[in-house]
């Protein structure tokens, strides 16, 4: 009986070293995605709580704090390399908004159970790497350009996943930050139109 409890625990011991294993290499968005997939998995039941996590709430939220942490790095880039004046200003509204969307994430995330990256993914600092390598003009239009893109497509995918997302809190959540998000479209286009 003793070797076989020995012989159980070693081999729960390999299994969380080799789950350990797997995780490196990832991003933060990646570690997330597979905490919450290990979760929703093991029949939608979060560990030691009982409470059931829903995927396409868990691949909403991972992603929404993906790109919001993403646009305050930006942002705070746009404000110390942009030559231009709007540039730098739409930079300093990015860090602010999207701070208190990510703020506001964390809270509803966490009380439903969802892991969120702790980093953004690696397309995410691609992007920072290539407009960091810049300076001025050709700062500000890559960052610009990238702004557009961006929103265009977070507004997108808020409005898919308001189709799809079943807590009401991130319900909520999507209603309220898509004004937000075509605000900050609207103002990206003016400074892009305004460069050319």
């Known amino acids: 009986m003793k070797r076989l409890t020995i012989m159980i625990t070693a081999a729960c011991l390999a299994g969380v070293i080799a789950s ?11 570690k997330a995605d597979s905490a919450n997939s290990a979760v929703d998995s093991a029949a939608k039941v979060q560990p030691n709580t009982g409470r059931a996590v829903s995927e396409p709430d868990a691949k909403f939220a991972v992603e929404a ?27 300093s509204m990015m860090v602010s908004d999207h701070s208190m969307a990510n703020d506001e994430l964390k809270k509803i995330a966490k009380a439903k159970f969802i892991t969120l990256p702790d980093s953004v993914s690696a397309d995410e600092k691609k992007l920072a790497a290539d407009l960091s390598a810049k300076s001025g003009a050709d700062f500000d239009k890559a960052y610009v350009d990238a702004m557009v893109k961006d929103h265009k497509e977070d507004i997108a995918a808020f409005e898919e996943a308001g189709k799809k997302v079943t807590y009401p809190e991130l319900q909520a ?20 139109s305004k460069m050319k």
């Open 20 to 30: 350990g294993c797997g995780s490196q290499g990832k991003d933060g968005k990646q």
């Open 173 to 192: 959540f999507i209603a309220k930050t898509l004004p937000v998000l075509h605000k900050h479209l609207d103002a990206i286009q003016k400074v892009q």
């Open 65 to 91: 704090a993906n790109g919001g942490m993403s646009e305050v790095a930006l942002g705070t880039l746009a404000q110390q390399k942009a030559a231009n004046a709007d540039v730098k200003s739409f930079g």
